[in-house]
């Protein structure tokens, strides 16, 4: 397929501007010098990949991403970073100084996975192939074939609330127990 | 010495053996009953009467009869069966698999483990008895017992691997189990590694032998030694050789035997069942597993074996003579004898062995159960402590002196294995090593004597009132006394006892039979030999050491008024011989002294004297300053290697994350373009 | 709409979570890029999913996994995060340097 063919259909054109701002927000969460801009940022960068979800016919997955993701994960950074008492302006110190070693290995992956894409798929296309996927075939799925896996992340995920609170909550000191307890 | 009156006994297809019925079927019961013990100890013990006691010796005690049910069938009917339970597959090809064998050789070490390990047991209940972590102590000996029983039970390479590390775990656990003192600790190490080092041999002689063969089943690896597959062929002295470095490790093969004597920091019934009697004796059971494989196909690897063996039983029985603790002492002498096994069996001597494993077992388990007894009176594991405790402890005394001699080889078991091994090597055509075990047994009875009159003879030296110990204690030294008297009958060459036969013809009842060479009547010119150096040995001995004198360490030393001050100068051979090592600045020059000297003595002390300064050399030069040395040196190199690269330990996480990421891309680049 | 221009963006995404992960001082920010990474991983499930499509929709159901599994990770670290700084008054990984030599 011909760039100029690939280029002539419209949804390709949303996908560029789409995928212009995964790739550009993706790029900045990695860089930004604010921690909070860094975070926003990756709002940016996940809603866009929610858009990409929808183009690629999974609505209720683009919709539990953008619920669960920017809903409750983000806040939840938010909340991190404010506790953390991370600098809010900027910050030179964010980063550490040995930049070209990672950048090396990062574009290493980058270029396999790039490469191997290019060498196994070339051809391949994708839409026209059927209806998006109904939520209601991914419940029977879930409920189906993958219930053992399903209870076992919901184990996990009780597991982790538990251990979250344990984790973070503080164990008062004596002292602290009786002042608490007069006021 | 004609060999005319050996034959290359060809029993091989001719076994009658019955299948055991439902003793046998079910055997493997025995092997997890240990095991269940241990953790029900761990649960229950310490709520226990007896601190868990009973509970394994309730476990060790059903053994016991179930060994013994097994013998009596062995012996009457012969009992040959193997029973295996599929676990899972290795690779392609290869399948794990865990069962038991029930075979004259596995019920031998079945009834050695039960029957010694009970009397053991009871014994440790009154040694034991108000000391620290003592339902610990039951649960650590109990997973011995169990491992060492999934260890001689195995019909696979895999499962004996399994029983080793087990056997070795537990070992490291009471070797270090009084850990408030360092030493200890250093002991309980010292024995890990040294295994550890072996084992690596074990598991790739194993791997080796297994891919070649293409099963880890004795049956199948030794069916085809004996009919000589050509791919096992290829590899078979590499993969005998590295068994035997497995071997050596856990049997104190020279020069890996520096951690047994450490190894008698742990209690001392600990050092009687798992350091005397059985657990070092697995590396000989080894080798008889797979007697068929050094036997045929494997002959090159016999020679290093019998020199390794014969250096063993003269070299570090030498050691001996100048050990002062009582139980050190009697490690020696395990070595040493764990050497005649080794010798013996790659002499090609299967019977030979495997009768001195059996009656070792009791006479050297009796010996330390004895010297567990003296301590517990004395408090002491010096001898310089001890001294005339016939009078205080008789029933000690008695059972320590039928210890002795059939130790030393005079007239009771010790003798009849002895004089078995000594005239299946000679009659191999091992002249030079047959002289060598008959030197050892010299030295075998002469240090024997001098640890007899230092511990029980004379007058007492030690500070608190000596007693018998309780009959807990006693009783199981006369159980074992009765074995170490009389076991030696079972195997008279040429004679078959009604109804049961002997010793040699239920060892041949094995999964693959293999022909071995043992004697068919009494060699009465080499068991006279032997007979002469044991009795020349405790006259020797006897005649050194008898005297009473005031202090111990006088009655240690020899008493001639102008020899005493060359004796405090053999004294201090070991200060004499890590000089000379050293550097050249004069001790030699004393060394010739001493030696001028001591060539005008009398022969009675010089033999005496000579023997002992030879093991002061052995243990001073070859065994602290060479063998320890090289093992020194080693963890020298590993020690400098980790200090350069523990730099690499930075603790910077995302140093490692990016090492992390560069290692996945090296390696998909390499799958994917290079491979 | 070809594969490629999904799988490609996932591998830019990705790369760009190695880069961050390995670059950050800040745990907060350390965890953030392993998000884009868990997202890029995603973009492929889906992008597979519709492709060849699969009776179960298995692609989907595996993206809701990692996305609830995620959720609990962020959770737990920075649960991990708050103590650490409750103990030493950074957030910084560079601080955390007990485990060397």
Known sequence: MTFSAWISEPINWVFLLVGLIVLVSGFRVVTA????????????????????FLMLAAEFVAWVLVLVYIGAVIVLFLFGIMITRAPTGQDEGLDSEKKIVPALLSVGVFLLMAWASIDAFSTTLVGGTGDPISTELIGESLLGRFVIPFEVVSFVLLAALIGSITLARKDLTPIEEEEGQRV | MQSGFLILAQEAH????????????????????????????????????YDGGEIAIGALAINAVWASVLMVLNMTEGVLTQTTFVIGRIGSGLVFELGWIVDGLSILMYFLVSVVGLLVFIYAVGYMKGDRRVP????????????????????????????????????????????????????????????????????????????????????????????????????????????????????????????????????????????????????????????????????????????????????VGLLALVAKDIKRLLAYSTVSQLGYMMTAIAAGGYTASMFHLFTHAFFKALLFLCAGSVIHAVHSNNMSDMGGLRKYMPRTYWTWIAGSLALAGVGLSGFWSKDEILSTVGNEG?????????????????????????????????????????????VPLILLAIPTVFAGLLNIPGFSWPAIGNFTEWLAVRIVPMGDHHAESIDWLIAGIGLLAAVAGIAVGWAIFSKDRDRQEDRDLFEIPVFYPLFRRGYYIDDVALGVVGATNGPIARFVDWTNTHILDAIVNGVGMAVKHLGGFVYGVIDQRGVDGVVHGVSAAADGAGSVLRKMQTGRVQQYAASFVAGALILVVVFVFVL | MILNQFLILAAALFAFGIYGLLVRRNIVLILLSVELMLTAVNINFIAFESVFRSSDAIGQVFTIFIITVAAAEVGIGLAIVLMIFRNRKSANVDDLRLMRY
């Open chain 1, 33 to 52: 010098k604010n921690v909070v801009h860094a975070a926003l940022l990756l709002v940016a960068a996940l809603a866009g990949t929610a858009g990409l």
């Open chain 2, 14 to 49: 001719e076994i009658q053996a019955g299948d055991g019925g439902w003793w046998a079927d079910t055997a493997g019961i025995m092997l997890v009953l240990p095991l269940g013990a241990f953790l029900l100890i761990l649960a229950v013990g310490k709520r226990m009467k």
């Open chain 2, 136 to 315: 610990w102590f039951f649960a650590a000996f109990s997973l011995f017992a169990g491992s060492m029983l999934v260890l001689v039970g195995a019909p696979n390479l895999v499962q004996m691997i399994i029983g080793w590390e087990g056997v070795g775990l537990a070992s490291y656990l009471l070797i270090g189990f009084y850990w408030e003192d360092i030493a200890n600790v250093k002991a309980g190490n010292k024995a890990f590694l040294v295994n550890k080092v072996a084992d690596v041999g074990l598991v790739l002689g194993a791997i080796i032998l297994a891919l070649a063969v293409g099963s880890f089943d004795f049956f199948d690896i030794n069916e085809a030694a004996i009919s000589g597959n050509a791919e096992l062929g290829a590899v078979a002295v590499v993969g005998a050789l590295l068994l035997f470095f497995g071997a050596m490790g856990k049997s104190a093969v020279f020069p890996l035997h520096i951690w047994l004597p450490d190894a008698m920091a742990g209690p001392t019934p600990v050092s009687a069942l798992m350091h005397a009697a059985t657990m070092v004796t697995a590396g000989v059971y080894l080798m008889a597993r797979m007697f068929p494989l050094y036997q045929n196909m494997a002959q090159e690897a016999r020679t290093p074996m019998i020199v390794l063996g014969a250096i063993t039983l003269f070299g």
């Open chain 2, 430 to 474: 091992y002249q030079f090593v047959m002289w060598v075990a008959i030197a050892g047994a010299f030295v075998t009875a002469f240090y024997m004597a001098r640890a007899t009159a230092l511990t029980f003879h004379g007058s007492y030296k030690g500070q608190r009132e000596p007693h018998e110990s309780p009959s807990v204690m006693t």
